[in-house]
């Protein structure tokens, strides 16, 4: 369904017009094949299988009407995959006569396959909100006959916002899921082509190229981030060599290339935080003065209390824990609901010297993941000795903002301060 349902909601799409009918298609053979493969196994092209699958039941329920039957019937499955057709829809569901809210759920849920619950996480709203939201879209994508294709140049820069959104929320799910699952490598591979395939439309753009280079240095830790057991492996405790540098050093090249168009936005600046940790060549190298003042542009650039909290976590190697906990407990009333707010929160109150208060925002942040990577660290430090019991004896782990420093999710708390 992930490697395929975008490339065939694309198809359908360009040939029906229409986004519910394709959408519809694509689920009508995602249930076929549930129902068939398990006793017939899976076909040798899962995706022709689908397609045509997708392209019968569209014969079907059209059968009376000439011109989209003929429409169907005139498309064939290419026996080597064409040119995936993913960032053609991504810009058509990124049209500006929709909201923007609309957009970016429109096409995370069409284009990247992203469930209506996982989208309502990322904005931070209920899933009926988001079902209401993609519902309007398609139907005025319809009504004001928005085209399916690649703007013009002169368009390309009204749409590039919400674009990048896209491709950047993508990253976010992919890199630690808001499901029950630890991550969800496609996710990420998808944002990488699609990422790729934009700087290659736009190569003089520098938030193009600074999203790529965000994407492409996360990448480059990936194999770090869990030990063998599937436990989430914070950034002081991984093991650099395990990195691949090469991909590091060419995304650095990329963000310095961007960086001397003199044009700052987000997605460069995040990715020069990501740098920073990437070059480092152990954690006490790390350049904590060069990320808060990294943080500081990025919050003039795009004020969120996302962007804040992960200031927070760089300013205790500053300023001290105490001064980072100033800061945090100032975005209260904003982040109760984040659970990674709750985690750092517990992390300088145990530095601090208070215990019970640490465990209690620890036990708040349990309950507001579902992510099993982040349950299993927090259960391990509100309950150490349970934990001893279960696995070999392990160095106190550290705090778990410290994973995410540089995975800034300040889209999502844009989202929140306009919802």
């Given at each position: 369904m992930r490697e395929h349902a975008g490339r065939l909601a694309a198809a359908l799409v360009r040939v029906t017009g229409d986004f519910a009918t394709a959408e519809d298609l694509v689920q009508d053979a995602v249930v076929a094949a549930l129902q068939r493969w398990p006793t017939e196994g899976v076909p040798e092209r899962p995706d022709s299988w689908l397609f045509t699958v997708a392209r019968n039941r569209g014969l079907d329920a059209l059968r009376r009407e000439s011109n989209y039957r003929t429409k169907l019937a005139q498309v064939q499955w290419p026996v080597?995959?064409?040119?995936?057709?993913?960032?053609?829809?991504i810009f058509t569901c990124c049209h500006p006569a929709l909201p923007r809210e609309a957009q970016i759920a429109l096409t995370l849920r069409v284009v990247c396959g992203l469930t209506t619950a996982q989208i309502a996480r990322a904005f931070l709203v209920p899933e009926t909100t988001v079902a209401q939201r993609i519902t309007r879209a398609k139907r005025k994508i319809i009504e004001?006959?928005?085209?399916?294709?690649?703007?013009?140049?002169?368009?390309?820069?009204?749409?590039l916002r919400e674009v990048l959104a896209v491709i950047y929320l993508l990253l976010n799910e992919g890199y630690l899921s808001t499901v029950d699952q630890t991550e969800s490598r496609d996710l990420v591979d998808d944002a990488e082509w699609l990422a790729s395939q934009l700087y290659e439309l736009m190569p003089t753009e520098p938030e193009v190229a600074g999203l790529l280079a965000l994407i492409q240095l996360h990448r480059a830790r990936a194999e770090a981030r869990f030990d063998?057991?599937?436990?989430?492996?914070?950034l002081e405790r991984q093991n650099r060599s395990n990195w691949n540098h090469g991909a590091i050093a060419d995304a650095t090249r990329l963000l310095r290339r961007a960086a001397e168009q003199h044009r700052p936005g987000p997605y460069q600046l995040q990715a020069a935080i990501v740098a920073c940790h990437a070059e480092a060549s152990d954690w006490a190298d790390t350049?904590?003065?060069?990320?808060?003042?990294?943080?500081?542009?990025?919050?003039?650039?795009?004020?969120?209390?996302?962007?804040?909290?992960?200031?927070?976590?760089?300013?205790?190697?500053?300023?001290?824990?105490?001064?980072?906990?100033?800061?945090?407990?100032?975005?209260?009333d904003t982040l109760d609901q984040y659970h990674l707010y709750h985690a750092t929160r517990a992390e300088l109150l145990r530095a601090l010297g208070h215990p019970f208060e640490a465990r209690a925002a620890d036990q708040?942040?349990?309950?507001?993941?579902?992510?099993?990577?982040?349950?299993?660290?927090?259960?391990?430090?509100?309950?150490?000795?349970?934990?001893d019991c279960e696995r070999p004896a392990r160095a106190s782990p550290k705090p778990?903002?410290?994973?995410?420093t540089d995975v800034d999710p300040a889209v999502k708390a844009e989202r929140r301060d306009r919802a």
């Open positions: 080597q995959p064409a040119s995936d057709e993913r960032l053609r829809l004001a006959g928005i085209p399916y294709r690649v703007p013009d140049p002169d368009e390309l820069n009204a749409r063998r057991d599937g436990d989430l492996v914070l350049d904590w003065e060069q990320i808060v003042l990294l943080y500081d542009m990025l919050l003039h650039l795009a004020p969120s209390p996302l962007t804040r909290l992960h200031r927070s976590i760089a300013l205790r190697y500053t300023a001290g824990p105490q001064a980072a906990l100033a800061e945090v407990d100032a975005l209260c708040r942040a349990l309950e507001l993941t579902i992510n099993p990577a982040e349950q299993a660290l927090l259960r391990r430090r509100i309950d150490p000795d349970a934990a778990l903002g410290h994973e995410f």
